[in-house]
């Protein structure tokens, strides 16, 4: 069962307008977020995150909004460029993460910005 | 840059052999992880080590060993690789100020 879940796969945006990919969870046992970005070829590059003691965080374009109660985290990209096009992971790291800390991985959501 | 390699960056084998992934990272940190990627399965953890000889199962970890026999250094091993081994591989460390995990640029491995 997807305790982290990204239910959009694909979302396409024209450039210069905001991108906004989305992620829930199901576990309140969480106490950080975080995004990476994956090109192609590439391995996956951390992107921005958020303690669960927090509702938002922000660096430059990218914004992370974190809605507790709704267990629902979303990040913003404004204003969207082409080389934004990637897939974006969200993840989630639990409380009792004990000696390992892994983190729980959604399966992405494939961003296309368009010229 | 957190300093990760991973060797080979491609390669291609037979069903039956022995196949071993390098992650190789130049600043000493505790934690590695490997991770498999695969299409409608995101990202999944292999096997972890939280140091020297300290090593522990991940969600898909049937068919794969690994070793840590030094800081810098985390193996991967498919004693006898499969089709369903076809992957991409990717080696992570855990650093920062928030133990964020950082990646390395991963091994695109083909079983025939």
């Known amino acids: 069962d997807q305790q982290v879940k990204q239910n959009s796969p694909s979302l396409s945006v024209q450039e210069g307008r905001i991108s906004i990919l989305n992620c829930d969870y199901t576990?309140?046992?969480?106490?950080?977020f975080l995004w990476y970005k994956k090109y192609p070829a590439e391995g996956p590059t951390f992107l921005i995150s958020i303690s669960s003691i927090k509702d938002k965080n922000e660096d430059g374009r990218f914004t992370v909004f974190l809605n507790k109660s709704a267990k629902h985290l979303s990040l913003h990209i404004v204003p969207s460029q082409p080389g934004d096009s990637a897939v974006y992971f969200c993840a989630a790291r639990p409380y009792n993460a004990g000696n390992n800390r892994k983190l729980i991985w959604g399966l992405g959501t494939s961003l296309a910005v368009n010229p | 840059d957190a300093g990760i390699t991973q060797s080979p960056r491609h390669k291609v084998t037979e069903t039956g052999t022995p196949v071993t992934l390098r992650c190789h990272q130049t600043?000493?940190?505790?934690?590695m992880y490997w991770y498999r990627q695969d299409p409608g399965h995101g990202l999944r953890l292999i096997h972890y080590s939280y140091g020297v000889k300290d090593t522990d199962k991940g969600e898909v970890s049937d068919g794969y060993s690994v070793s840590r026999s030094k800081t810098e250094d985390f193996l991967l091993t498919l004693e006898s690789a499969t089709s369903s081994q076809t992957s991409v591989y990717f080696c992570?460390?855990?650093?920062?100020?928030?133990?964020?995990?950082?990646f390395g640029p991963g091994t695109r491995l083909l079983v025939l």
């Open positions: 576990n309140s046992m969480f106490d950080y």
């Open positions: 600043e000493n940190h505790r934690y």
């Open positions: 992570a460390i855990r650093g920062g100020q928030q133990e964020t995990q950082y």
